[in-house]
């Protein structure tokens, strides 16, 4: 599977945005699902998950509430929507999938991922 993260941009504090993650080649469906952030100088770190099911999801506690992960399989496509954003969660984005054939699991370690979205960079101003 091929994928293709965009919706990045520059957004104020206390804004939103809503990320993309495209998939080509096989459906998204087929995968558990991840987005990953890297801000400079730092780790890659975990932001939210889903299973293939996508009944099942998880968040890192610093976007907990403001974060949410979604799936439109019409489009084969992938959401992360971001309220109430905050200066520090400027980073480029990245969306990933891991091919699993349980349903209701979800990863967040991003070693365990199969496949990686180009990423899109994410400027919070406060």
């Known amino acids: 599977v091929q994928l293709q993260a965009c919706g990045g941009g520059l957004a104020q504090a206390g804004g939103s945005l809503r990320l993309a993650c495209a998939a080509s080649?096989?459906?998204?469906?087929?995968?558990?699902m991840g987005w990953f952030r890297q801000a400079s100088g730092k780790e890659r770190e975990f932001v939210a998950a889903?299973?293939?099911?996508?009944?099942?999801?998880f968040y890192a506690d610093s976007v907990k509430g403001r974060f949410t992960i979604s799936r439109d399989n019409t489009k084969n496509t992938v959401y992360l929507q971001m309220n109430s954003l905050k200066p520090e969660d400027t980073a480029v984005y990245y969306c990933?999938?891991?091919?699993?054939?349980?349903?209701?699991?979800?990863?967040?370690?991003?070693?365990?991922?199969?496949?990686w979205g180009q990423g899109t960079l994410v400027t919070v101003s406060s």
């Open positions: 889903f299973s293939r099911s996508g009944g099942n999801t």
């Open positions: 990933a999938a891991r091919s699993s054939s349980t349903l209701t699991s979800y990863t967040t370690t991003s070693r365990a991922y199969d496949y």
């Open positions: 080649g096989r459906p998204v469906s087929n995968y558990r």
